[in-house]
């Protein structure tokens, strides 16, 4: 009997990158292996059954089949338990989480677990991320949920609680109470969603913040902080911010003289005035999430005699506790002196905690994309930098700051790429702010020409995010996302993070004169599909009375969106099958169905993927010759090689080698599923994945 597929890739391949912890090969460097299940998938027909992530173990219990192994398979000695096999009562959450249940276990993931610990500190944080009510007992059947934000929506992580160990005993995260799993179980779902256990070594705080707050995340040098240091940060830790830092200065969690790990990842959760016999002191307290090794000067737990000059109510006001559990207080000044980076998340979510009034940042979303040609231009000095996407920024709430003379408005933009790093290619990105021109909210390649920005990033960045904090007088600007070079394709979101009243929007070019070619719009698939108004209704139109939409409602409602605009009469070829396609593609689920936020990534993609149809069908027929598409997938992203385009040619293409449009569509959604898929399992980048036959069988059939 079969028991498993490994499928490898040839030839070297580049290590991963530094800054990112789940980054994997390049399109480009799939192997022939890699090529050959790319290409069974591309020409196997595939019926789109309905089909479930989850089976029901022997015990009746659920058993994930999709958890990536990896190296923990064939590893010796690692047995995989429930929490019932490893103490008599377990449960999921012992007397509330906390930051102190947090034990690192043999992964380097101690920049996750910073996140956790500064996430517990805020219960309707944690209650976003970690449903409160499971538990192993009333409804227990052996899975977990958790939910993750990715790229500007929240996305559910289900797992089983099977828990890798070693002697009974776990081998990564744990909590200090032997019979609580929370932590474990958030852990292993974090996991999951980055590609396996091993994906979790080595990372960077602010990102796993971002995945579990939706925040928008700074990376901050210690030194240049404000001088009213604890004013600044009780102002962060007002609007509900959470903090990690980090001395970066020596070897790899390596103790300094006074106990501090260098390249290390801790929590700040609180700044306190502390009365003394002598005065007052500013304290910062600070987490590691080891659950031990602590500071060992002045303040420090067990050491500091500065302690004798604060009463005992005092400290118990602090919560202070003498012994090792990885939690302490240091001064202000020493935290300057031994810390040297600080990230710091911004939450856009009002928080609900007893007696802190926070007034978090309000957030205003726009996904967008860099196509080639067509809306990739490249840096300010480029002359196609018009090309850029564009939008429209209105400020008009000033900042409640009595002590500044000007009035200005605060604001923070966040541009992140998204999906890049999982193909291994890291775009250098930057923002650029323009005061907009007095009667249009676009700019012209003249008006940009004309006036240099007031505003932008201090240089190109290929981190995942690049954040531009800015504070301008009350007026109307403009947003321009670029990459470094002109015609990179790429995916990303924008968030601009604003006190409420003050707008944001995508700009659009004025009208086009009368007889004028589609190209002239700042995107061609406005002459070609509804407006996001008009989608809306389309959606609420033609799905079920639950809200979602199924193969046939996709196929009503894409019928309708194609007639109205330059491309009708490409209705008449599409298919009631590339509609079951595109649902099960997009379906996270296994239930063959779209809800409104699973739709609108599929129109999202489409919107692009009718720029680049729209583009690259030169003579204008509504179908791509056979030589026009292998140029059409790259503006996508998408590198494929000679025989993969001998097998589209052979499966997608009409007798006279041509593509249409709902052809094109379904072509693109399913190579990039599969090139995700693949990578997906191929959680370090080698290039290489194992799967089961049973995960085989469900990728094939339920695609």
């Not at 005092?314 to 506790?321: N, S, T, Y």
């Not at 449009?661 to 898929?677: A, D």
Request: glycine share 6%; hydrophobic share 35%; with cysteine.
């Amino acid at each position: 009997m079969i028991k498993s597929l490994s499928l490898s890739s040839e030839g070297s391949l580049p290590p991963p990158l530094e800054d990112d912890v789940d980054s994997v090969c390049s399109d480009e460097l799939l192997g022939s292996q890699s090529r050959r299940w790319l290409a069974d998938c591309l020409t196997e027909d595939m019926p789109p059954e309905s089909g479930d992530f989850y089976t029901v173990g022997r015990d009746g219990l659920f058993v994930d089949y999709h958890f990536p192994l990896g190296e923990l398979e064939m590893q010796s000695g690692v047995r995989w338990k429930r929490p019932k096999e490893l103490c008599p009562s377990p449960q999921f959450i012992v007397d509330g989480a906390t930051r102190l249940d947090i034990c690192q276990g043999k992964l380097n993931d101690c920049w996750l677990l910073s996140a956790i610990a500064s996430l517990s500190v805020h219960r309707s944080l944690l209650k976003k991320v970690v449903p409160l009510e499971q538990n192993f007992q009333d409804g227990y059947n052996g899975s977990f949920t958790f939910r993750f934000w990715q790229y500007g929506q929240w996305e559910e992580v289900r797992i089983d609680d099977l828990l890798p160990t070693q002697n009974n005993n776990l081998i990564y995260l744990s909590s200090p109470e032997k019979h609580e799993f929370w932590s474990s179980l958030l852990e292993k779902a974090y996991a999951k969603l980055k590609g396996g256990y091993r994906a979790l070594d080595m990372g960077f705080p602010h990102e796993a913040m971002v995945d579990m707050t939706g925040g928008v995340t700074e990376v901050l040098k210690v030194p240049s902080l404000p001088r009213d240091l604890p004013a600044f940060l009780r102002n962060l830790l007002a609007k509900g911010a959470l903090i990690n830092c980090a001395n970066t200065q020596g070897p790899l969690e390596q103790q300094s003289e006074l106990g501090i790990m260098y390249r290390h990842a801790y929590s700040l959760t609180a700044v306190e005035k502390v009365k003394t016999a002598h005065g007052i002191v500013d304290l910062v307290r600070i987490m590691n999430p080891w659950g031990n090794t602590e500071w060992q000067g002045p303040w420090s737990d067990l050491k500091g005699p500065e302690w004798n000059t604060v009463s005992v109510e005092e400290q118990q006001r602090l919560g202070r506790v003498r012994r090792e559990d990885g939690e302490f207080w240091m001064s202000v000044s020493d935290f300057r002196q031994h810390f040297e980076m600080m990230e710091v998340c911004h939450l856009t979510e009002t928080l609900s905690i007893s007696g802190c009034s926070v007034s978090p940042w309000c957030c205003i979303i726009h996904h967008g994309s860099w196509v080639p040609n067509i809306t990739a231009g490249g840096p300010a000095q480029s002359g196609c930098f018009s090309k850029n996407p564009q939008f429209y920024f209105i400020l008009s709430e000033v900042d409640s700051c009595p002590e500044r003379s000007k009035k200005t408005c605060s604001f923070v933009l966040a541009l992140m790429q998204k999906f890049q790093r999982r193909r291994g290619i890291d775009l250098a990105i930057a923002l650029h702010v323009y005061p907009a021109h007095p009667k249009n909210t676009y700019l012209s390649p003249n008006d940009l020409r004309a006036c240099p920005p007031i505003l932008c990033s201090p240089q190109y960045s290929s981190r995942r995010e690049v954040v531009l904090r800015g504070s301008l007088p009350p007026g109307r600007y403009v947003i321009v996302p670029s990459t470094s070079e002109p015609n990179q394709q790429g995916d990303f979101l924008l968030r601009v993070l604003t006190e409420r009243g003050n707008t944001a929007t995508p700009a659009q070019k004025p009208a086009p004169q009368e007889n004028a070619s589609v190209t002239e719009h700042s995107f061609p698939h406005q002459v070609a599909l509804p407006s996001p108004k008009s989608t809306r209704q389309l959606f609420k139109k033609h799905c079920n009375k639950k809200g979602f939409c199924k193969p046939l409602h996709l196929y009503n409602l894409l019928t309708e969106a194609i007639q109205g605009g330059v491309l009708a009469g490409s209705e008449k070829y599409l298919a009631l099958e590339h509609c079951k396609s595109l649902v099960v593609l997009m379906d996270s689920q296994g239930i063959a169905q779209l809800n409104w936020d699973e739709f609108l990534s599929l129109w999202d993609k489409i919107r692009k993927w009718t720029d680049i149809f729209l583009f690259y069908d030169k003579n204008k027929t509504q179908r791509l010759e056979y030589q026009e598409v292998s140029l059409a997938l790259r503006a996508a992203g998408i590198m494929v090689d000679d025989l993969v385009m001998q097998l589209v040619g052979l499966r997608y293409t009409e007798p006279d080698m041509t593509i249409n449009y709902p052809g094109f569509l379904y072509l693109l959604m399913k190579l990039e599923s599969m090139i995700h898929k693949f990578q997906a399992y191929d959680m370090v980048g080698m290039g290489t994945v194992t799967i089961s036959y049973r995960q085989w069988l469900h990728m094939t059939m339920y695609n």
